[in-house]
């Protein structure tokens, strides 16, 4: 196990359930069984707060709370291009989310893509709410 990866997903600031919610999503990925609850509040196009809960592996809980920070206080419209830019990552385009989404380096390695359902799980929930 990656310790960097545990180190991300141990960050649990916005781990938790948002009651004045204004968009919600939920999530269950049918290889592994791992479920993402994603509890926005959008204001505008702006993304005011973001929780999630989840019962899940340690890789989508990581790449939930690193969604979660960046998603904070950014457009919804750039949060929809980051995860174009993610689902690209995965289909080969490995350079295009570290080049513009440095935070992500330590998640997006090639070593993890065995794990890609898992760390696309929170992208899939947000966009869900996000592309509307």
């Given amino acids: 196990m990656d310790l960097e990866i545990i180190n991300i997903a141990s960050n649990t600031d916005n781990n938790r359930n948002i009651k004045s919610r204004t968009h919600h999503s939920k999530l269950k990925n049918s290889l592994c069984g791992d479920e993402i609850k994603i509890d926005l509040i959008i204001k505008g ?50 350079k295009i989310v570290k080049k513009k989404w440095k935070s992500l380096d330590k998640l997006f390695k090639t070593k993890n893509k065995s794990r890609k359902e898992c760390i696309l799980l929170p992208f899939k929930a947000i966009k869900k709410i996000i592309s509307v």
Wanted: glycine share 6%.
């Fill in 45 to 94: 196009d702006k993304i005011i707060d973001f929780g999630y809960e989840g019962k899940s592996c340690i890789y989508c809980q990581a790449s939930a709370s690193l969604l979660s920070e960046i998603s904070i206080n950014n457009n919804k419209f750039e949060i929809n291009e980051l995860c174009d830019d993610v689902k690209s990552y995965f289909e080969g385009n490995l």
